[in-house]
């Protein structure tokens, strides 16, 4: 549901509309059957025409679904990036605590107070990279979620 730009009318919207379900069916041939957009008047579209209310409650419920829809496929991208990250930061977190193990012994000279094998040591400095990488997955991923899907496939 839109509105059109002034000076635009409903035939020169409804071409355009063409055009580009016509670029969308050579895109993705498999995907676009029995697809079709189209344009029509509001008036049309509501089941009690009201000159006062400009937008009926179909109207309305249609906008607040499709809110719902856009909402969820930001969740979708959000929980992808997060599901590609998280097993990154595992791996690494995992070689670098071996490795840290490894490597303490040859450093324990230089240790004051803390033992090469400290637990405790161990379990912070995980947890605090474990949220270091957690937030370097997230904020990109939050960042794409806020972008008009127009607006991204208008780069494309």
Same mark, same amino acid.
Request: net charge neutral.
């Given at each position: 549901?839109?509105?059109?730009?002034?000076?635009?009318?409903?035939?020169?919207?409804?071409?355009?509309?063409?055009?580009?379900?016509?670029?969308?069916?050579?895109?993705?041939?498999?995907?676009?059957?029995?697809?079709?957009?189209?344009?029509?008047?509001?008036?049309?579209?509501?089941?009690?025409?009201?000159?006062?209310?400009?937008?009926? &409650?179909?109207? #309305? $419920?249609?906008?607040?679904? =499709?809110? *719902?829809? @856009?909402? !969820? +496929?930001?969740?979708?991208?959000?929980?992808?990036?997060?599901?590609?990250?998280?097993?990154?930061?595992?791996?690494?977190?995992?070689?670098?605590?071996?490795?840290?193990?490894?490597?303490?012994?040859?450093?324990?000279?230089?240790?004051?107070?803390?033992?090469? &094998?400290?637990? #405790? $040591?161990?379990?912070?400095? =995980?947890? *605090?990279? @474990?949220? !270091? +990488?957690?937030?370097?997955?997230?904020?990109?991923?939050?960042?794409?979620?806020?972008?008009?899907?127009?607006?991204?496939?208008?780069?494309?």
């Amino acid at each position: 549901m839109a509105r059109l730009k002034p000076g635009v009318n409903l035939k020169q919207a409804q071409a355009s509309l063409n055009v580009v379900a016509q670029r969308i069916a050579e895109q993705h041939p498999d995907s676009d059957k029995g697809i079709s957009i189209g344009a029509f008047p509001e008036q049309l579209s509501r089941p009690d025409p009201d000159p006062d209310n400009s937008l009926s &409650a179909v109207a #309305a $419920t249609f906008m607040i679904l =499709a809110a *719902l829809v @856009l909402l !969820v +496929a930001c969740f979708n991208v959000l929980k992808m990036v997060l599901r590609q990250g998280i097993p990154l930061v595992a791996i690494g977190l995992l070689i670098g605590l071996v490795a840290a193990f490894a490597g303490t012994h040859f450093l324990a000279d230089l240790f004051y107070g803390v033992t090469p &094998a400290d637990p #405790a $040591t161990y379990a912070v400095v =995980a947890t *605090l990279l @474990l949220v !270091v +990488a957690l937030l370097a997955c997230w904020i990109p991923a939050r960042r794409a979620t806020q972008i008009s899907p127009l607006v991204a496939l208008r780069f494309e």
